[in-house]
């Protein structure tokens, strides 16, 4: 049997990560997970990081960088850790049977394994996400769940853990799961160092979905309607009603309301509660009181924020806050 992830000789003995790589796999998904373990090298962890490819030939990424094989899938001893990013290509194209082969030979044995972004498809078209929960990025979500309905798509999910396979949205989530994998085998404290260092933020560990303020909601792709969600989160107390909303964008509040309901399925104003929650519990989970976390995220009151949570988590702010903090001490700036 497997050892546990955070066994007691994990912060000393070296930990082996194998990433497979292939033609047209997404380079961040790979760079940003391998940074986090290269800079907790940095601070006393021993990562071994290794790239494999199908068939162990060089590959190029999808922005058309060359990357290094170190050999076939083959060559490599069941890994600790077998990271298995996405590709533009997915979910538009299928994965081809010799990569979802590929998968299945890397990942068989290995400890723990990973996907980043669109790699959740090549772990289900290997038969690895059967009967479990899952996330990936959230435009691809529902095709996810529509190929595979024996697997739980947890849209929202900044990343999912369930047993030994976890999976990550898009873009950044891979560094919030890497992070999450550190903290397992070394301890929050080396964690926190690794994430000053690379100025992202440190999110919740253990087996919760994780959740990140701006990444919660599903970002828009029309320029107003991002014009309108950087303003509501540089300013969360600020005036979102919809006539002030329409005007910062120069559109009738009918457009707008139109805009909102094509491409987002909701109303601005449920929108602008989205973001609002979400900041809020971001504010909870580093530790920040109920009430400040209602003044900074933008609700007009303690109640208002507490009503925002009875309808979206059944649960108080302090109820919440109480079953998923971090060990981070309270903050009462």
């Not at 986090?36 to 940095?42: E, G, L, Q």
């Not at 996405?86 to 068989?108: C, H, N, S």
């Amino acid at each position: 049997m497997a050892a546990t992830p955070n066994a007691p000789d994990e912060r000393t003995r070296s930990i082996t990560v194998a990433f497979l790589v292939y033609e047209g796999v997404t380079l961040f998904d790979v760079a940003g997970p391998a940074e986090v373990f290269h800079t907790a090298n940095r601070f006393g962890a021993r990562y071994d990081i290794s790239l494999c490819s199908p068939d162990g030939a060089d590959v190029t990424a999808n922005i058309g960088i060359r990357m290094a094989s170190g050999g076939d899938v083959e060559a490599f001893a069941p890994p600790d850790i077998c990271v298995i990013p996405g590709a533009d290509a997915y979910p538009d194209a299928r994965v081809p049977p010799e990569l979802a082969e590929a998968v299945r030979r890397l990942t068989d044995g290995a400890r723990r394994i990973v996907s980043i972004c669109t790699g959740a498809f090549l772990l289900a078209e290997a038969g690895l996400l059967d009967g479990r929960r899952a996330t990936t990025h959230w435009r691809a979500a529902h095709e996810l769940a529509t190929r595979w309905p024996t697997t739980l798509v947890e849209p929202d999910a900044i990343f999912v853990r369930d047993g030994p396979i976890s999976t990550s949205a898009g873009v950044s989530a891979g560094i919030d799961l890497a992070l999450a994998l550190v903290e397992e085998d070394q301890g929050p404290d080396l964690t926190r160092d690794v994430a000053r260092a690379m100025v992202v933020y440190l999110q919740r560990s253990g087996g919760q979905s994780q959740f990140s303020a701006p990444l919660a909601v599903p970002l828009p792709t029309g320029p107003a309607l991002r014009q309108i969600v950087d303003r509501v989160i540089a300013d969360p107390a600020g005036d979102h009603t919809l006539p002030q909303l329409a005007r910062a964008v120069n559109l009738s509040t009918r457009h707008l309301a139109r805009l909102f309901r094509d491409e987002l399925f909701t109303t601005p104003a449920r929108y602008v509660e989205s973001i609002r929650f979400d900041l809020a519990r971001s504010l909870l989970d580093q530790g920040h009181t109920a009430s400040r976390a209602a003044e900074l995220a933008g609700f007009p009151s303690y109640e208002s924020l507490r009503l925002a949570f009875a309808r979206r988590v059944s649960m108080s702010p302090a109820a919440y806050q109480r079953r998923f903090r971090t060990s981070q001490r309270d903050l009462h700036g």
